[in-house]
Protein backbone atom coordinates (compact mmCIF):
# COMPACT_ATOMS: atom_id res chain seq x y z
CA UNK A 1 0.00 0.00 0.00
CA UNK A 2 1.22 3.41 -1.11
CA UNK A 3 1.73 6.03 1.38
CA UNK A 4 2.76 9.82 1.41
CA UNK A 5 3.46 11.19 4.59
CA UNK A 6 3.84 15.02 4.75
CA UNK A 7 5.31 17.39 7.67
CA UNK A 8 6.96 20.36 8.32
CA UNK A 9 4.50 23.02 7.71
CA UNK A 10 3.44 25.73 9.87
CA UNK A 11 3.11 29.45 10.06
CA UNK A 12 5.76 31.89 9.77
CA UNK A 13 6.39 35.31 8.82
CA UNK A 14 6.91 36.87 5.58
CA UNK A 15 10.60 36.02 4.31
CA UNK A 16 10.60 32.75 6.26
CA UNK A 17 11.94 29.78 5.61
CA UNK A 18 10.13 26.15 5.61
CA UNK A 19 11.43 23.12 5.30
CA UNK A 20 8.82 20.37 3.65
CA UNK A 21 9.02 16.69 4.01
CA UNK A 22 7.05 13.68 2.52
CA UNK A 23 8.27 10.03 3.48
CA UNK A 24 7.08 7.37 0.99
CA UNK A 25 6.39 3.76 1.65
CA UNK A 26 4.94 1.04 -0.25
CA UNK A 27 6.75 2.11 -3.77
CA UNK A 28 10.34 1.78 -5.31
CA UNK A 29 11.23 5.40 -4.27
CA UNK A 30 14.74 5.28 -6.05
CA UNK A 31 12.52 4.74 -9.11
CA UNK A 32 10.02 7.50 -8.73
CA UNK A 33 9.42 11.13 -10.09
CA UNK A 34 8.09 13.07 -6.77
CA UNK A 35 6.65 16.73 -7.12
CA UNK A 36 5.14 19.01 -4.33
CA UNK A 37 1.74 20.46 -5.01
CA UNK A 38 -0.38 23.38 -3.67
CA UNK A 39 -3.63 24.65 -3.06
CA UNK A 40 -5.18 27.62 -1.67
CA UNK A 41 -8.92 28.26 -0.95
CA UNK A 42 -10.80 28.86 -4.01
CA UNK A 43 -8.04 28.02 -6.19
CA UNK A 44 -6.92 25.24 -8.07
CA UNK A 45 -4.01 22.59 -7.36
CA UNK A 46 -0.77 23.46 -8.98
CA UNK A 47 2.68 22.14 -9.57
CA UNK A 48 5.14 24.22 -6.99
CA UNK A 49 8.14 21.59 -8.03
CA UNK A 50 8.97 18.25 -8.97
CA UNK A 51 12.16 15.86 -9.19
CA UNK A 52 13.26 12.99 -11.29
CA UNK A 53 14.55 9.75 -10.08
CA UNK A 54 17.98 10.69 -11.45
CA UNK A 55 17.69 14.20 -9.63
CA UNK A 56 16.29 16.53 -12.37
CA UNK A 57 14.80 19.24 -11.30
CA UNK A 58 11.78 21.58 -12.49
CA UNK A 59 9.85 24.34 -10.54
CA UNK A 60 7.08 26.80 -11.34
CA UNK A 61 7.91 30.39 -11.84
CA UNK A 62 6.17 31.76 -8.94
CA UNK A 63 9.25 29.45 -6.64
CA UNK A 64 12.09 29.83 -8.78
CA UNK A 65 15.12 30.82 -6.95
CA UNK A 66 12.88 30.78 -3.70
CA UNK A 67 12.57 26.71 -3.37
CA UNK A 68 14.85 23.76 -3.52
CA UNK A 69 13.19 20.40 -4.16
CA UNK A 70 15.85 17.52 -3.27
CA UNK A 71 15.59 13.79 -1.96
CA UNK A 72 17.12 11.13 -0.05
CA UNK A 73 16.48 8.01 -1.32
CA UNK A 74 18.07 6.37 1.73
CA UNK A 75 15.15 7.81 3.09
CA UNK A 76 12.38 7.35 0.60
CA UNK A 77 12.03 11.26 1.13
CA UNK A 78 11.33 14.12 -0.58
CA UNK A 79 11.82 17.97 0.65
CA UNK A 80 10.94 21.30 -0.42
CA UNK A 81 12.56 23.71 1.43
CA UNK A 82 10.94 27.22 0.90
CA UNK A 83 12.91 30.62 1.21
CA UNK A 84 11.71 34.13 1.27
CA UNK A 85 8.18 33.22 1.66
CA UNK A 86 4.93 34.94 0.68
CA UNK A 87 2.31 35.67 2.24
CA UNK A 88 0.87 34.56 -1.44
CA UNK A 89 2.40 30.58 -0.74
CA UNK A 90 -0.39 30.38 1.93
CA UNK A 91 -1.21 27.36 0.95
CA UNK A 92 -1.86 23.70 2.08
CA UNK A 93 0.96 21.65 0.30
CA UNK A 94 1.06 18.08 -1.22
CA UNK A 95 3.37 15.57 -2.32
CA UNK A 96 2.45 13.44 -5.02
CA UNK A 97 4.17 10.32 -6.78
CA UNK A 98 4.36 11.47 -10.07
CA UNK A 99 2.22 9.88 -13.07
CA UNK A 100 0.52 7.82 -10.16
CA UNK A 101 -2.56 9.07 -8.48
CA UNK A 102 -1.09 8.43 -5.12
CA UNK A 103 -1.20 11.63 -3.00
CA UNK A 104 -0.27 12.79 0.39
CA UNK A 105 -2.93 14.19 3.14
CA UNK A 106 -0.87 17.73 2.90
CA UNK A 107 0.61 20.02 5.29
CA UNK A 108 -0.52 23.52 5.72
CA UNK A 109 1.45 26.79 4.93
CA UNK A 110 0.35 29.97 6.63
CA UNK A 111 2.85 33.24 5.91
CA UNK A 112 1.68 35.80 7.67
CA UNK A 113 2.72 38.13 10.20
Known amino acids: QVQLVESGGGLVQPGGSLRLSCVASGLFFRLAEMAWYRQAPGNERELVASITRLGTTNYADFVKGRCTISRDNAKSTVYLQMNSLKPEDTAVYYC???????WGQGTQVTVSS
Open 96 to 102: KWSDSGY
